[in-house]
Every structure is written in C-alpha cells, then in structure tokens.
T-cell receptor, first 109, second 118 residues
C-alpha cells in the first residue's frame, strides 16, 4: 500500500512554463517534506510544511500543505532547465520517513 | 563537516554472491536509515538503526537481507545470494536524534550505492 501518491509521474515542459506537482494521501500527517533528487545523488530537502493550509515560497517554488494535512502541492513558476530532477514528497509514518512515488520533471531549453 | 558517506558508489555482483554496502553517518549522528530505490521510483524504507540496535526493520525482506550499525565503524547493509531483482540504488540517511524527521529535522542522505547484479 502506497501511502503517498504523487502526480503526474512524468512531466516534460519547455523553459518558462509553469507546473504543479501533487502529493496525496488518505492519511493525516503532522508535517510533510519535499525533496529534489538529481541523477546519481541522494535526495536533498527543499522544504518542510507543518501547519494545515501553510504556504511556503522558495524563490520560484511555492509549496502548500492542505488544510486537512493529507495532501500537498508544489508549484514552479517559469521553470528552468536547472529545475530538472525527481521531486519527492515525504512524511513521517510511525518512526520513519516514507516517500511518495515521485514526479520526474524534465525542463527543455 | 563531512556528509553521509556511502561506499562503494557502484557495486557489481554476479547472482549468488554477497553484497556489502557501507554507510558512515554524519559526525555526531547516531541514527541511520536505509532506503532502496528502483529506476523511476521513489525511495522505499528498509530499516532504521541506532548504534547496536535495530529500531525498525519492517521494510527489510525476510530473507537474505540484514543490517547492522556497530558501536564502532559504519553501518552495513548485507545482501546474501544476490538475485537480479536486488539491482537498485541503495541510499543511507542519518539524523542526530531519535526523532529525526519527526521533529522536522531533515535527514541527510548519502549519494547512494548502485548495485548491479549480473
């Protein structure tokens, strides 16, 4: 059973376009994290959202935690080739961090 | 301040051989997590260890896989009698406290070991 479902699974866009990635669950979480992973490397934390309805901005990236703390979204404005990578949401389940299914983003110049 | 160190970066084994993957956590971190990642997929939790203790091994296959984190030295993920399906990237992460990410502290990940079984 996959607790965290991400959509879309793959996304290919042109530089300058906007995009949104979703992370959904039927479970309630106390917090949720977003990571980006580049080929051959481990995931790197981008942000942690804690409060239902919370919105956090990181330059062109906007993260939102759903009011019910069951889902989250990542919106990228004016995507650039440097945004290319695997985006993973993650949440704590009992004593461990579990990851979503991932969204593979490719931004073409 | 060195990050999480994993070695080897790439490991090639033939079916039936043993694979040993090493992870040295960040200095001062006493909690280690192992994850497995198949191509184009997210990370799947395998095991959570504290020094000399296995805290949660609910993600570990029942056979052939074992993990340890001794008092001295790196954490070891051991896979006996490897099969082609074991081919994957194996990532280690560390945290300084028992709660780790529970208190919104981030996990620090290594660069992974890519295991290829021929």
């Amino acid at each position: 059973t996959q607790l965290l479902e991400q959509s879309p699974q793959f996304l290919s866009i042109q530089e300058g376009e906007n995009l949104t990635v979703y992370c959904n669950s039927s479970s309630v979480f106390s917090s949720l994290q977003w990571y980006r992973q580049e080929p051959g490397e481990g995931p790197v934390l981008l942000v942690t959202v804690v409060t239902g309805g919370e919105v956090k901005k990181l330059k062109r990236l906007t993260f939102q935690f759903g009011d019910a703390r069951k889902d989250s979204s990542l919106h990228i404005t004016a995507a650039q080739p440097g945004d290319t990578g695997l985006y993973l949401c993650a949440a704590v389940n009992t004593d461990k961090l579990i990851f979503g299914t991932g969204t593979r983003l490719q931004v073409f110049p | 301040n060195a990050g999480v160190m994993q070695n080897p970066r790439h490991l090639v084994r033939r079916r039936g051989q043993e694979a040993r993957l090493r992870c040295s956590p960040m200095k001062g971190h006493s909690h280690v997590y192992w994850y497995r990642q198949l191509p184009e997929e997210g990370l799947k939790f395998m095991v959570y260890l504290q020094k000399e203790n296995i805290i949660d091994e609910s993600g570990m296959p029942k056979e052939r896989f074992s993990a340890e984190f001794p008092k001295e030295g790196p954490s070891i993920l051991r896979i006996q009698q490897v099969v082609r399906g074991d081919s994957a990237a194996y990532f280690c992460a560390s945290s300084p406290t028992l709660q780790g990410a529970l208190n919104n502290e981030k996990l620090f990940f290594g660069s992974g070991t890519q295991l290829s079984v021929l």
